[in-house]
């Protein structure tokens, strides 16, 4: 199956820095989406990004699907950004993969 | 629109019963996707359903998780009978068209087998 390799692991900043996730994927792939974990365990669908750029907010994303990965920027972050974000890609063999997760923390 | 609905939100029993967890997807969608998040794995896919067909059920771990989708409004993850390494939150998703197009997640069911 493909890899899906997610960095960096852990991730602590203080309020009103920026950051960029990145995503880093073994295969080609069909599609791409981030999504972010927040502290009580609920999902949220941040973007579905099979390629390109696509902003929302203070984040936005890059895919390069030649290049193989994406990334999350997020900027003048926020307590509330805090969490887990995953990536998740399905690859041409129609197989669906998340990642490993960036833990993010943001302190006030 | 209420989003991806599970039930329960939290399920503990005992080794060897039989749980049952319950997924309403959003309406219109007609994707729907079971996975299972623990420590050790991270999430895994379980099962994808499209038009109520079952479609890739790789993920399902063995014969005692089965999964229906008997109709386009619910679908059911079940355990029988359940061990303790089954404890885990199981999350239920939905998306338009087919394909892993973009997925909407439920609130999960976080399930103890004791």
């Known amino acids: 199956g493909i890899q899906v390799e997610q960095s960096p692991p852990d991730l602590i900043l203080q309020e009103g820095a920026n950051s960029t996730l990145r995503c880093n994927f073994s295969?080609?792939?069909?599609?791409l989406q981030w999504f972010h974990q927040n502290p009580w365990g609920q999902l949220i669908n941040l973007f579905y990004i099979p390629s390109g750029t696509k902003q929302n907010g203070r984040l936005s994303a890059t895919t390069v699907a030649t290049e193989r990965y994406s990334l999350l920027y997020i900027s003048s972050s926020q307590t509330t950004d805090s969490g887990v974000y995953f990536c998740?890609?399905?690859?041409?063999?129609?197989?669906?993969?998340f990642g490993t997760g960036t833990s993010l923390t943001v302190i006030p | 629109d209420a989003g991806v609905i599970q039930s329960p939100r939290h399920e503990v029993t005992e080794m060897g019963q039989e749980v049952t967890l319950r997924c309403k997807p959003i309406?219109?969608?007609?994707?729907l996707f079971w996975y299972r998040q623990t420590m050790m794995r991270g999430l895994e896919l379980l099962i994808y359903f499209n038009n109520n067909v079952p479609i890739d059920d790789s993920g399902m771990p063995e014969d005692r998780f089965s999964a229906k989708m008997p109709n386009a409004s619910f679908s059911t993850l079940k355990i029988q009978p359940s061990e303790p390494r089954d404890s885990a939150v199981y999350f239920c998703?939905?998306?338009?068209?087919?394909?892993?197009?973009?997925?909407?997640f439920g609130p999960g069911t976080r399930l103890t087998v004791l």
């Open positions: 295969d080609s792939v069909n599609n």
């Open positions: 998703a939905s998306s338009s068209g087919t394909n892993y197009n973009e997925q909407f």
């Open positions: 998740a890609v399905l690859n041409t063999g129609n197989q669906f993969y």
């Open positions: 309406s219109g969608h007609n994707s």
